[in-house]
């Protein structure tokens, strides 16, 4: 087993930085570049049918078709990388949900936030709130900034926090799903006649700005339609993406005003679906299916819009996905698919719906002795906590009689209220619950806590691979922060980042992959992504436009933090503090395929873990373990590209076995 010394320096010590982003000739006159991101779009979901016009911009320009994810593969964490080109490590940014005591203020509907929790950064308000202690939000220049720095306009538009990130100094102009920025350009949309997000005004002081009696709710979203229990996501619902109204009005705007008068010379768009519509229904079901016609259509009216301008021939496309996507599922062996009739799940069905795959890791860990706590309330989750194969609940449904576990008096649950208090006891664990993979923070940093908490981790079937800050030392069965770029020097970076388990063959609804996945909230989910599957790392990427190759398919293995210098070559900027690559190959007069060495490459821990006794999703309290499992290890694949004297690392996926 390689030694896991030797095994990071071949990731990072031993590679080179990236350099200053080398001088280019100014762009062209005029030369424009748009970034679409399709939230959560995997390749494999591009087709003729639902994707037509997707599918003919991939073939006429160019496909990337190694494209990978920043790890943890989640919106705001892979939201930073297109800001900047670089990996946590620099950012110094751990999104969708981490925790950040200390910060004080309110979210974008003018709420108070209360900081000792976890919180979720999807708001450009929170993002305000978190930067004020440290100062910045991200520890290295945006794209963004540059373009600025450089006089040209920039424009951030689509899904609320990502679309921010791109922009928090503020530099530019925004419509997101909550305001507008600068004032000026929210009163001249006004002026325009067009709506604006009902929350607009809590960005500026009483008064700036009012809106109109008829606004309305432009960023309004549908209902998601239930089970009969009124909690449980319902997969056979064809009512539609109930994100696809919201996503049109932001389109809309962007192309019927925004586009024209503005003429911005660098755009993000930011389409929260597929990815919600994924979350909510699960990848291959009826409303999934028109999430990406949806998205189809408005790219469409994106390319005639371009053509009526005359703008197609000055103007680089490209689409990206911030990650990929995956089914939420346990093991079928143990919680077997079922059919879903008159509301409510119903028999045994090889092609069935899912009834399991959710994680409450804090309930777990508190049932194993330990003292931890992830911010959130009572969770009453009966179809996605886990149905078993003799169909009885795997937790059973209580009731808060008196309000004092829920808050409310006669209220059903599952799992008890895990909030933050004020004062942390000794050797506390504070879980930031992200989806596919989880944080975990230790506020005193005791080592003994962590190689416990580590322990627990591998002796948990629902988790793979596990990542632990350096400061901790060789721990077996885990590999350290800064292999996968995630260790940031200035102390942001949680204590263990784990990914939880993975099967990218399982099938479930049609699209092959599925996981488990950590307990976000009240509401239970059907997909998610965050993990270290392949299908949540492999993303897309298709570019187009006077810069690009036609015509092209680019094996090479690319990432999101590539795409920011890429943007900034097409457009003569500097972006000295990326650890992407301009992808120079794929555009005109760019090197040959031949002039780049591609190396896979596998990382394990130093030691597996052993003497372990395995708990199956099953075993609640740990009570009895799976016969004869009692070792634990990962592997950690890579891609090595090697151009001239600069070497670049893409993760691809990890695994964990138990023996």
């Not at 409510?344 to 002795?369: F, K, N, Q, T, Y």
């Not at 009689?401 to 599952?414: K, T, V």
């Not at 416990?452 to 800050?469: M, P, S």
């Not at 570019?543 to 090479?556: H, I, M, Q, S």
Request: with cysteine.
């Amino acid at each position: 087993m390689p030694n896991r010394v030797a095994s990071l320096c071949l990731l990072a010590a031993c590679a080179p930085a990236a350099p200053a982003a080398p001088a280019h000739p100014s762009p062209p006159a005029g030369r424009s570049v748009i970034v679409v991101v399709w939230d959560g779009l995997r390749p494999d979901s591009i087709d003729a049918t639902d994707t037509p016009n997707l599918a003919r911009l991939r073939a006429a320009g160019v496909d990337f078709t190694d494209q990978h994810s920043t790890y943890p593969t989640l919106t705001m964490m892979n939201a930073a990388s297109f800001a900047t080109g670089a990996f946590p490590e620099l950012t110094g940014f751990y999104g969708n949900v981490l925790w950040q005591p200390g910060a004080t203020g309110r979210d974008s509907a003018a709420k108070p936030v209360d900081f000792r929790q976890p919180v979720f950064s999807e708001d450009y308000s929170v993002l305000d709130a978190l930067k004020q202690p440290r100062h910045e939000l991200l520890l290295v220049d945006t794209l963004f900034a540059a373009a600025q720095a450089a006089g040209l306009a920039t424009l951030a538009v689509g899904k609320s926090g990502a679309a921010y990130l791109q922009d928090t100094a503020r530099g530019g102009m925004l419509l997101d799903e909550k305001t507008v920025l600068p004032l000026a350009l929210a009163k001249e949309l006004q002026a325009a006649g067009v709506a604006l997000p009902p929350t607009a005004p809590n960005a500026y002081g009483a008064g700036q700005l009012v809106l109109e009696a008829s606004n309305g709710n432009p960023v309004e979203f549908q209902p998601v339609h239930k089970l009969a229990d009124g909690i449980s996501t319902d997969p056979t619902d064809a009512h539609g993406s109930p994100y696809q109204g919201a996503i049109a009005y932001l389109v809309r705007t962007y192309l019927d005003y925004l586009l024209p008068q503005k003429r911005p010379r660098l755009t993000v768009l930011w389409l929260r679906d597929p990815d919600s519509t994924q979350h909510s229904f699960g990848l291959g079901t009826r409303n999934w299916h028109d999430a990406l016609r949806g998205n189809d259509r408005l790219l469409g009216q994106i390319l005639a819009k371009l053509d009526a301008l005359g703008a197609r021939d000055t103007t680089d496309l490209l689409i990206v996905s911030d990650h990929g996507h995956s089914n939420v599922s346990g093991p079928p062996a143990m919680f077997p698919l079922r059919a879903v009739r008159d509301g409510a799940v119903a028999e045994i069905a090889p092609d069935g719906h899912s009834v399991s795959g959710m994680v409450r890791l804090a309930d777990l860990l508190r049932r194993a002795g330990f003292t931890a706590f992830d911010g959130l309330g009572c969770t009453m989750l009966p179809v996605a906590m886990g149905i078993k194969h003799d169909g009885a609940p795997l937790y059973p449904v209580l009731t808060d009689r008196d309000g004092r576990i829920c808050g409310a008096e006669g209220q059903h649950y599952q799992v008890p209220a895990y909030k933050v208090p004020a004062e942390l006891p000794a050797q506390a664990l504070v879980i930031a619950v992200n989806g596919g993979s989880d944080y975990i923070y230790v506020p005193d940093h005791d080592p003994a806590v962590v190689r416990k908490a580590t322990v627990f981790l591998q002796e948990r079937a629902e988790v793979g691979a596990i990542f632990v800050d350096d400061r901790y030392g060789a721990i077996p069965g885990t590999v350290a922060l800064s292999a996968i770029r995630a260790r940031n020097a200035a102390g942001r970076s949680p204590d263990i980042i784990f990914a939880y388990d993975h099967d990218a063959a399982a099938v479930v609804e049609g699209p092959p992959g599925t996981e488990t996945a950590g307990v976000l909230s009240g509401n239970g989910y059907r997909g998610m992504h965050g993990s270290f599957s392949p299908r949540d790392v492999h993303n897309t990427l298709i570019a187009a436009g006077p810069d690009f190759r036609p015509g092209f398919r680019d094996p090479l293995p690319t990432g999101n933090v590539d795409v920011a210098p890429t943007v900034a070559r097409i457009l003569g900027l500097a972006l000295p503090h990326a650890q992407g690559r301009a992808l120079e190959e794929a555009m005109v007069g760019g090197p040959a395929l031949g002039e780049f060495r591609v190396t896979p490459r596998v990382v394990h821990p130093a030691a597996p873990a052993t003497g372990l006794r395995v708990r199956l999703p099953t075993d609640l309290d740990g009570n009895a373990a799976a016969l004869g499992l009692t070792t634990y290890s990962f592997e950690l694949h890579t891609k090595a590209l090697a151009t001239g004297n600069q070497t670049y690392t893409y993760y691809d996926f990890a695994k964990a076995t138990r023996r």
